[in-house]
Protein backbone atom coordinates (compact mmCIF):
# COMPACT_ATOMS: atom_id res chain seq x y z
CA UNK A 1 0.00 0.00 0.00
CA UNK A 2 1.30 3.07 -0.83
CA UNK A 3 2.24 5.27 1.73
CA UNK A 4 2.03 9.81 0.86
CA UNK A 5 5.06 11.77 2.59
CA UNK A 6 5.81 15.02 2.03
CA UNK A 7 8.73 14.90 -0.67
CA UNK A 8 9.49 15.75 -3.69
CA UNK A 9 9.20 13.46 -6.86
CA UNK A 10 12.72 11.90 -8.12
CA UNK A 11 11.18 12.97 -11.74
CA UNK A 12 11.36 16.74 -10.90
CA UNK A 13 14.16 19.07 -12.07
CA UNK A 14 16.06 20.78 -9.59
CA UNK A 15 18.40 23.52 -10.63
CA UNK A 16 21.95 21.55 -9.72
CA UNK A 17 21.07 18.04 -11.29
CA UNK A 18 20.98 19.04 -15.10
CA UNK A 19 22.51 20.64 -17.50
CA UNK A 20 20.46 22.84 -19.94
CA UNK A 21 21.73 22.84 -23.90
CA UNK A 22 20.04 25.56 -25.99
CA UNK A 23 20.63 24.52 -29.45
CA UNK A 24 20.26 26.40 -32.86
CA UNK A 25 18.15 29.33 -32.01
CA UNK A 26 18.61 31.40 -34.55
CA UNK A 27 17.10 33.78 -37.03
CA UNK A 28 17.43 30.77 -40.63
CA UNK A 29 16.37 28.40 -38.14
CA UNK A 30 13.57 30.58 -37.24
CA UNK A 31 11.88 31.42 -40.58
CA UNK A 32 11.31 28.49 -42.00
CA UNK A 33 9.84 27.63 -38.20
CA UNK A 34 5.86 27.39 -38.63
CA UNK A 35 4.76 24.94 -35.65
CA UNK A 36 5.29 27.83 -33.51
CA UNK A 37 4.74 31.77 -33.80
CA UNK A 38 8.46 33.57 -34.02
CA UNK A 39 7.49 35.77 -31.07
CA UNK A 40 6.40 33.15 -28.83
CA UNK A 41 9.33 31.08 -29.80
CA UNK A 42 11.54 33.93 -28.69
CA UNK A 43 9.69 34.42 -25.11
CA UNK A 44 9.92 30.77 -24.25
CA UNK A 45 13.59 30.80 -25.31
CA UNK A 46 13.93 33.87 -23.38
CA UNK A 47 12.26 32.69 -20.79
CA UNK A 48 14.12 29.47 -19.98
CA UNK A 49 17.37 31.33 -20.74
CA UNK A 50 16.56 33.82 -17.96
CA UNK A 51 15.32 30.87 -15.54
CA UNK A 52 18.59 28.93 -15.92
CA UNK A 53 20.62 31.79 -15.35
CA UNK A 54 18.71 33.08 -12.20
CA UNK A 55 18.77 29.45 -10.82
CA UNK A 56 22.59 29.13 -12.11
CA UNK A 57 22.05 26.10 -14.17
CA UNK A 58 24.72 25.04 -16.16
CA UNK A 59 23.85 26.20 -19.48
CA UNK A 60 25.29 25.45 -22.70
CA UNK A 61 24.76 27.33 -25.94
CA UNK A 62 25.31 25.91 -29.55
CA UNK A 63 24.90 27.11 -32.87
CA UNK A 64 25.22 25.72 -36.69
CA UNK A 65 26.77 27.43 -39.65
CA UNK A 66 26.68 30.44 -37.01
CA UNK A 67 28.37 33.07 -39.65
CA UNK A 68 28.02 31.49 -42.87
CA UNK A 69 24.15 29.99 -43.12
CA UNK A 70 21.70 29.84 -40.28
CA UNK A 71 23.20 33.98 -38.38
CA UNK A 72 23.31 34.85 -34.91
CA UNK A 73 21.89 33.48 -31.66
CA UNK A 74 18.16 34.86 -30.23
CA UNK A 75 19.14 38.45 -28.40
CA UNK A 76 17.26 36.90 -25.30
CA UNK A 77 19.45 34.40 -24.88
CA UNK A 78 22.28 36.55 -25.60
CA UNK A 79 21.24 38.87 -22.99
CA UNK A 80 20.86 36.14 -20.48
CA UNK A 81 24.36 34.77 -21.04
CA UNK A 82 26.56 37.82 -22.50
CA UNK A 83 29.86 36.15 -21.54
CA UNK A 84 28.58 32.72 -22.97
CA UNK A 85 30.96 30.85 -25.52
CA UNK A 86 28.64 29.63 -28.22
CA UNK A 87 29.49 26.34 -29.73
CA UNK A 88 29.10 26.70 -33.70
CA UNK A 89 28.97 23.45 -35.22
CA UNK A 90 28.71 21.32 -38.36
CA UNK A 91 27.25 18.31 -36.94
CA UNK A 92 23.21 18.61 -37.37
CA UNK A 93 23.13 16.20 -34.17
CA UNK A 94 25.14 18.33 -31.61
CA UNK A 95 25.90 15.31 -29.40
CA UNK A 96 28.07 14.01 -32.29
CA UNK A 97 30.05 17.59 -31.69
CA UNK A 98 32.88 15.86 -29.23
CA UNK A 99 33.39 19.60 -27.95
CA UNK A 100 29.81 19.39 -26.46
CA UNK A 101 30.32 16.04 -25.13
CA UNK A 102 33.22 17.04 -23.66
CA UNK A 103 31.45 20.07 -21.99
CA UNK A 104 28.37 17.59 -20.46
CA UNK A 105 31.11 15.50 -18.98
CA UNK A 106 33.29 18.24 -17.19
CA UNK A 107 29.96 19.10 -15.69
CA UNK A 108 29.11 16.08 -15.05
CA UNK A 109 25.49 16.07 -14.56
CA UNK A 110 22.80 13.04 -14.88
CA UNK A 111 20.39 14.72 -16.69
CA UNK A 112 19.73 16.74 -19.81
CA UNK A 113 17.37 19.24 -20.62
CA UNK A 114 17.33 20.55 -24.08
CA UNK A 115 15.50 23.21 -26.50
CA UNK A 116 15.95 24.38 -29.90
CA UNK A 117 15.02 24.35 -33.32
CA UNK A 118 14.28 22.57 -35.43
CA UNK A 119 12.78 19.53 -33.20
CA UNK A 120 12.82 16.81 -35.63
CA UNK A 121 16.52 17.33 -36.02
CA UNK A 122 18.58 19.28 -33.44
CA UNK A 123 16.97 18.05 -30.49
CA UNK A 124 15.21 14.64 -31.25
CA UNK A 125 19.63 13.62 -32.42
CA UNK A 126 20.96 14.37 -28.80
CA UNK A 127 18.60 13.35 -27.18
CA UNK A 128 18.15 9.77 -28.28
CA UNK A 129 21.91 9.78 -27.98
CA UNK A 130 21.71 11.18 -24.78
CA UNK A 131 19.70 8.32 -23.91
CA UNK A 132 21.66 5.73 -25.39
CA UNK A 133 24.61 6.77 -22.64
CA UNK A 134 22.36 6.83 -19.40
CA UNK A 135 21.45 9.91 -19.19
CA UNK A 136 17.99 11.07 -18.49
CA UNK A 137 16.71 13.93 -21.33
CA UNK A 138 14.15 15.92 -20.64
CA UNK A 139 12.65 18.42 -23.72
CA UNK A 140 11.29 21.50 -23.00
CA UNK A 141 8.56 21.36 -26.05
CA UNK A 142 7.40 25.10 -26.48
CA UNK A 143 10.77 26.64 -26.55
CA UNK A 144 11.51 24.05 -29.88
CA UNK A 145 10.06 24.62 -32.98
CA UNK A 146 9.80 23.15 -36.52
CA UNK A 147 8.53 23.26 -40.30
CA UNK A 148 4.87 22.11 -39.48
CA UNK A 149 3.23 21.14 -36.63
CA UNK A 150 3.20 17.75 -37.46
CA UNK A 151 7.21 17.24 -37.84
CA UNK A 152 7.21 19.01 -34.08
CA UNK A 153 4.56 16.38 -33.07
CA UNK A 154 6.03 13.46 -34.65
CA UNK A 155 9.46 14.41 -33.14
CA UNK A 156 8.08 14.92 -29.64
CA UNK A 157 6.22 11.25 -30.29
CA UNK A 158 9.56 9.48 -30.83
CA UNK A 159 10.76 11.22 -27.87
CA UNK A 160 8.43 10.23 -25.87
CA UNK A 161 8.77 6.46 -26.88
CA UNK A 162 11.99 6.47 -26.40
CA UNK A 163 12.01 7.42 -23.13
CA UNK A 164 12.01 11.92 -23.03
CA UNK A 165 10.49 13.73 -20.28
CA UNK A 166 8.50 16.70 -21.57
CA UNK A 167 7.61 19.81 -20.23
CA UNK A 168 7.10 23.69 -21.05
CA UNK A 169 9.20 26.69 -20.17
CA UNK A 170 6.58 28.45 -17.55
CA UNK A 171 6.72 24.59 -16.18
CA UNK A 172 10.69 24.99 -16.16
CA UNK A 173 11.24 28.03 -14.33
CA UNK A 174 8.01 27.17 -11.74
CA UNK A 175 9.52 23.71 -11.43
CA UNK A 176 13.47 25.02 -10.32
CA UNK A 177 11.30 27.31 -7.97
CA UNK A 178 9.21 24.70 -6.97
CA UNK A 179 8.21 26.63 -3.12
CA UNK A 180 7.05 30.01 -2.80
CA UNK A 181 8.78 30.26 0.36
CA UNK A 182 11.83 29.66 -0.65
CA UNK A 183 13.22 33.45 -0.20
CA UNK A 184 16.83 33.39 -2.13
CA UNK A 185 15.56 33.03 -5.60
CA UNK A 186 11.45 34.28 -5.21
CA UNK A 187 11.92 37.63 -6.25
CA UNK A 188 14.26 36.34 -8.94
CA UNK A 189 11.35 33.56 -10.13
CA UNK A 190 8.61 36.35 -9.75
CA UNK A 191 11.24 39.07 -11.66
CA UNK A 192 11.42 36.49 -15.00
CA UNK A 193 7.69 35.52 -14.35
CA UNK A 194 6.84 39.10 -14.71
CA UNK A 195 8.57 40.02 -18.24
CA UNK A 196 8.78 36.49 -19.74
CA UNK A 197 5.39 34.98 -18.25
CA UNK A 198 2.62 35.85 -20.12
CA UNK A 199 -0.67 36.10 -19.21
CA UNK A 200 0.90 34.78 -15.99
CA UNK A 201 3.20 37.17 -15.54
CA UNK A 202 0.56 40.05 -16.12
CA UNK A 203 -1.14 38.79 -13.25
CA UNK A 204 1.73 38.95 -11.26
CA UNK A 205 2.14 42.75 -11.85
CA UNK A 206 -1.69 43.18 -11.66
CA UNK A 207 -1.60 41.69 -8.09
CA UNK A 208 1.70 43.39 -7.00
CA UNK A 209 0.44 46.84 -8.61
CA UNK A 210 -2.88 46.23 -7.06
CA UNK A 211 -2.64 44.68 -4.13
CA UNK A 212 0.93 44.26 -2.94
CA UNK A 213 0.22 40.99 -2.86
CA UNK A 214 2.62 37.77 -3.31
CA UNK A 215 3.05 34.47 -4.48
CA UNK A 216 2.12 31.77 -1.52
CA UNK A 217 0.83 34.44 0.82
CA UNK A 218 5.10 35.07 0.95
Not at 73 to 93: G, S
Amino acid sequence: MANASAVAGKTLLTPADHTLILIDHQSQMAFATHSIGAIELRNNAGLVAHAAREFKVSTIVTSVAEKSFSGPVFDEIKAAFPDAEVIDRTTMNSWEDVRIADQVNAIGKPRIVLAGLWTSVCIVGPALSALDQGFEVYVIADACGDVSSEAHERAMDRMLQAGVRPLTSLQYLLELQRDWARGDTYELTVGVAKKWGGAYGLGVIYAKTMFGAQEGGH
